[in-house]
């Protein structure tokens, strides 16, 4: 080992830890942690949708025969792309590949991107149709012969709907955030194969949000067979 | 191995799509659920390392799990045992 990377892995290890090892276990118990009470907060969300979805099923399908499925799908492959270049991009700081995990980071960072601003257009278009709980709520099927059966529990699913997508896109901005620290920190060179915690945390941080967009994509988009455009 | 993973997640994606097309009655919710949890699993085992990491963050992650099971299931059964007294489900 040349001495400057001696002198990089010494600077890495915290006193308080006996060995590179033992930090790193420490750092992904600790970030696992953390996403644990991240599970239990998304978890309440979750817990409220089931609980209306079960006592008003009806109102459920026709809020959600309102969802585009297209920009829905779009966006679940995007962010599976953007776990893909993300997991990539770890791999490459552990193999000591600073350049490659700056460009697979930036690609994720515009993936990220992507993802917020298909979501931006899914919002204004629900926006403009006053599928906002509130006082300006409107629901209308779109089908003159079917008018809405339950639109005053249509609203508790668009609360729902909002609440859910939007603290998860709240968490998208965030990971963008952190990649783009990682980005910045890691131009800098503060990577090693012996240390890169940062990078496997926010990956971890990033693969979660991804997970949790895979259970809401079919619990929101998907709740009934008629989809229609 | 990465991109064999991304490959499942993206043909995962595509055939809950397809399968929220076909009626199933209530099995469209567990075939739903049914494949965001094969789709999750798989990246809390590949891309999340959880298959290479330590027992420690094993049982941390499946702790999260069944907290998370004692929210739904404690819940619910308050929910779904009142139907008898209130309109709840219809």
């Avoid at chain 1, 400057?4 to 006193?15: F, G, K, P, T, Y």
């Avoid at chain 1, 907060?41 to 399908?61: E, I, M, N, T």
Wanted: proline share 3%; glycine share 8%.
């Amino acid at each position: 080992m040349a001495t400057s990377e001696i002198q990089v892995a010494e600077r890495a290890l915290q006193h308080h830890f006996a060995d590179m090892d033992q930090q790193k276990e420490t750092s992904t118990f600790g970030m696992w942690m953390f996403l644990l009470t991240e599970i239990m907060f998304f978890g309440g969300l979750f817990c409220a949708y089931l609980v209306y979805r079960a006592s008003y099923y009806h109102a459920f399908v026709e809020g959600s025969q309102k969802m585009n499925i297209w920009l829905g799908g779009t966006n679940t492959a995007v962010l599976i792309c953007s776990s893909l270049t993300m997991a990539l991009g770890v791999r490459a700081a552990q193999m000591a590949k600073p350049k490659l995990m700056i460009v697979l980071l930036l690609i994720t960072i515009l993936f990220g991107f992507g993802f917020l601003g298909i979501k931006a257009v899914e919002y204004h278009e629900h926006w403009v149709n006053h599928e906002f709980p509130g006082p300006n709520f409107h629901f209308e099927t779109g089908d003159p012969a079917h008018p809405p059966t339950d639109p005053v529990h249509t609203e508790i699913y668009f609360s729902l709907y909002w609440a859910m997508t939007g603290l998860h896109a709240l968490h998208m901005i965030i990971g963008v955030g952190l990649v783009a620290w990682i980005v910045i920190v890691g131009a800098r060179g503060a990577f090693t194969p012996e240390y890169y915690n940062p990078v496997e945390n926010v990956g971890l941080y990033w693969h979660f949000v991804d997970l949790v967009w895979i259970y809401l994509f079919p619990l929101l988009y998907l709740i009934s067979k008629k989809h229609g455009g | 191995m990465y991109v064999l993973i991304w490959a499942i997640l993206m043909v995962g994606t595509a055939i809950t799509v397809f399968a929220a097309t076909i009626e199933l009655g209530v099995f469209n919710i567990v075939l739903a659920l049914l494949i965001a949890t094969v789709k999750g699993t798989l990246v809390v085992l590949f891309f999340m390392h959880l298959r290479y990491s330590t027992k420690l963050t094993m049982v941390t992650v499946i702790a999260s799990i069944f907290w998370l099971f004692i929210l739904f299931s404690l819940t619910m059964t308050d929910y779904i045992t009142r139907a008898w007294s209130t309109n709840i489900g219809h």
